[in-house]
């Protein structure tokens, strides 16, 4: 089946700091959704992505859609404590009553004040 | 608080007991998903129901039945619980596969099978 690489893994950083990280497949997929889960809850949508090369932000959340399909990025700039989280990135391919979500091993992120 | 309610919220099971896993959502969507999340593995999806009266195995079905009783809820049932089993569980919905409002997902069932 469809294979999200997501990194890195795990991430510690200061405070005020900026964070970068990706997802990568082998396949491509028409939609990128980047997702926070904070302990004790459910995944909440970040940012969504339809359009190869889009490049679409949300406070000081970035992300964009790699023009091969097979990518995506999202970066955090001027991270603060409630940024803590683990990150998931998810890709979809929808056609016929499908539209699963195949998700990323995700991205923990921890932030030092 | 319009959204994905999940029941119950912690569960401990013996091995070889059932029990199943509630799910409703009160925002009129078409499509519910039962996911499992390990650590390290990230999310998996059991079963989904792309619509009312549809039912279809995800990439980790073995071991659970799922039920659309109607368009709000959708249960996730183990017939005879596995240590395997232990895990959390996330019951999602969308209104149709590809909408540009995304899946909402609920709080998850920690289920811990000894």
């Known amino acids: 089946g469809q294979q999200l690489n997501q990194s890195p893994q795990s991430m510690f950083i200061q405070e005020g700091e900026d964070v970068s990280m990706n997802c990568t497949s082998s396949s491509i997929f028409n939609t990128w959704l980047w997702y926070k889960q904070e302990p004790g809850e459910g995944p909440v949508l970040l940012i969504a992505l339809y359009k190869a090369g889009e490049l679409t932000s949300n406070g000081r959340l970035t992300a964009q859609f790699g023009i091969t399909r097979k990518d995506s990025f999202l970066n955090i700039s001027a991270s603060i404590p409630s940024d803590v989280g683990i990150y998931f990135c998810?890709?979809?391919?929808?056609?016929?009553?499908?539209?699963?979500?195949?998700f990323g091993k995700g991205t923990k992120l921890s932030v030092k004040p | 608080n319009a959204g994905v309610t999940q029941t119950p919220k912690f569960q401990v099971l013996k091995t070889g007991q059932s029990m199943t896993l509630q799910c409703a959502q009160d925002?009129?969507?078409?499509?519910m998903y039962w996911y499992r999340q390990d650590p390290g593995m990230g999310l998996r999806l059991i079963y989904y129901s792309a619509s009312e009266g549809t039912t279809d195995k995800g990439e980790v079905p073995n071991g659970y039945n799922v039920s659309r009783l109607n368009k709000r809820e959708f249960s996730l049932r183990l017939e005879s619980a596995a240590p395997s089993q232990t895990s959390v569980y996330f019951c999602a919905s969308i209104r149709t596969p590809g909408s540009i409002d995304g899946y909402t997902f609920g709080s998850g069932t920690r289920l811990t099978v000894v």
């Open positions: 998810a890709g979809l391919n929808y056609g016929g009553s499908q539209g699963n979500l195949i």
């Open positions: 925002m009129n969507h078409n499509s």
